[in-house]
T-cell receptor
Framework: GDSVTQMEGPVTLSEEAFLTINCTYT??????LFWYVQYPGEGLQLLLK?????DKGSNKGFEATYRKETTSFHLEKGSVQVSDSAVYFC????????????FGQGTRLTINP | DAMVIQNPRYQVTQFGKPVTLSCSQT?????MYWYQQKSSQAPKLLFH???????NEADTPDNFQSRRPNTSFCFLDIRSPGLGDAAMYLC??????????????FGPGTRLTVL
């Protein structure tokens, strides 16, 4: 079945550092790909998405590019802030079970001032 | 603001005592989902409703039931909670049109503790 593998955390960085959180997936066809963010005590918020190969999703300085050839959707940000501290989930919505999001394990990110 | 609301935010129940979690939405979405998220794990879909049509995931235990009395509300019933059911329960909604499911919007979750 469909699956998502995410970089294990926790990840700790200093403010203004460059961030990469790796995400790879296994799915048939061309799934839609998502990054969700979960702040402490809150639900999941959609951060960005891409629905076809080579699409780049971007939001709040975060970017991720849908790479079909490497089945990847890595999250990047050029300069992180303390307010970016949260848990980040990579997810896919497959073409078969189109109603279901399949999530990776999540990566806890802590940014120190 | 249109939103997904979950009540209560924190729920404590006793082993074996039935408990109901509530979700409401003001988005007028026709699809509502319940996910279970155990500590430090990924959210896992339990079931979803498309309008009044109930769709259970194959590996969702029978202990978990759901009701959707109208478009706005959806309930998660745990008939006999076990210690292993302690988790965050996330409600989400989306719209479906022309066979296509759109973005899911999540509520803040209800954290369930089983004593």
């Amino acid at each position: 079945g469909d699956s998502v593998t995410q970089m294990e955390g926790p990840v700790t960085l200093s403010e203004e550092a460059f961030l990469t959180i790796n995400c790879t997936y296994t799915a048939t066809g061309y799934p839609s790909l998502f990054w969700y963010v979960q702040y402490p005590g809150e639900g999941l918020q959609l951060l960005l998405k891409a629905t076809k190969a080579d699409d780049k999703g971007s939001n709040k300085g975060f970017e991720a590019t849908y790479r079909k050839e490497t089945t990847s959707f890595h999250l990047e940000k050029g300069s992180v802030q303390v307010s970016d501290s949260a848990v980040y989930f990579c997810a896919l919505r497959g073409i078969q079970g189109a109603q279901k999001l399949v999530f990776g394990q999540g990566t806890r990110l802590t940014i120190n001032p | 603001d249109a939103m997904v609301i979950q009540n209560p935010r924190y729920q404590v129940t006793q082993f074996g005592k039935p408990v109901t979690l509530s979700c409401s939405q003001t988005l007028n979405h026709n699809v509502m989902y319940w996910y279970q998220q155990k500590s430090s794990q990924a959210p896992k879909l339990l079931f979803h409703y498309y309008d009044k049509d109930f769709n259970n995931e194959a590996d969702t235990p029978d202990n978990f039931q759901s009701r959707r009395p109208n478009t706005s509300f959806c309930f998660l019933d745990i008939r006999s909670p076990g210690l292993g059911d302690a988790a965050m329960y996330l409600c989400a909604t989306s719209s479906k049109a022309g066979g296509h499911y759109n973005e899911q919007f999540f509520g803040p979750g209800t954290r369930l503790t089983v004593l």
